[in-house]
């Protein structure tokens, strides 16, 4: 039996008070964890990256495009075993639509492509992190949607490029809810399964003062299947629960929960 595991999660690695002491309890539960490939967005800074790196004893190899003040895109992606070839993609679309916007144009966002092969099969993750929607407002006329659809397709485009022998998965926080018409164009567009389809609950955690019911299901972990005999796929929800911080109790890992995703088969076809 061939096993494939992967998590996303934003881990909201921005300059804060608790942020070291959240990164250094992740880093501890993904060691244990002992996934794959970890796909992180929101890693704000250098210093950050760095300690994630450190911490992450479990996983030797890593990928991110350097930047001036943090990895490009904010995106970075660990892995147990080495990493055949990666690349950056910058989004087209970028502009800044409202003074908060600017956040995302100052972090360049786009898609982190890494390649590693398990059991001869190809296997290409894409670690994005989509410009946010600040008005929490998805119909096809807001333009923050028009800008989020514009990088779905870009990031359509990516996908349907690589190898149909290849398993693909598409891994981040997208911005937009589950079953929405931006995620349904994306999986038409792309021709990616959602293993959690269907499934509502939400993947953010909404700041105090904000009503719970705009929290949404944002971040996914999407595939494309090569053929394989035998595949079983389980996807769940991680990091959900207040978990053990050095020296301050327990806590939240993050604003985001994060997805996981696990694939087994039997063998390729021939």
Partial sequence: MNRFSLVTF???GAPTPRVRRRLL???TELNQRKYCV???QEVQAHMYRKLIIDACTQYPAHAD???FHAPKGGLLTLAQVPIERHEFTLYHARQIVSPLAAMDLLLHKGVLL???GIAHVPIVVLNTHLSANYSVDWNPNNRYARIEHSQLRQLAEIVRAQPPEALVIVAGDFNIPRGSWLYD???EQSGMIDPLAGDARPTHRVPPGIPV???RSIDFALL???PMSGVSVQSDLCFDQQLPLTNTGRGYLSDHYGVELRITWDSLPG
């Fill in 10 to 12: 934003n881990c909201f």
């Fill in 25 to 27: 309890a992740l880093a």
């Fill in 38 to 40: 970890v796909c992180l």
């Fill in 65 to 67: 495009e350097p930047f």
């Fill in 114 to 116: 890494v390649q590693i």
């Fill in 185 to 187: 164009d994306f999986l």
């Fill in 213 to 215: 019911h705009l929290a």
């Fill in 224 to 226: 494309r299947l090569p």
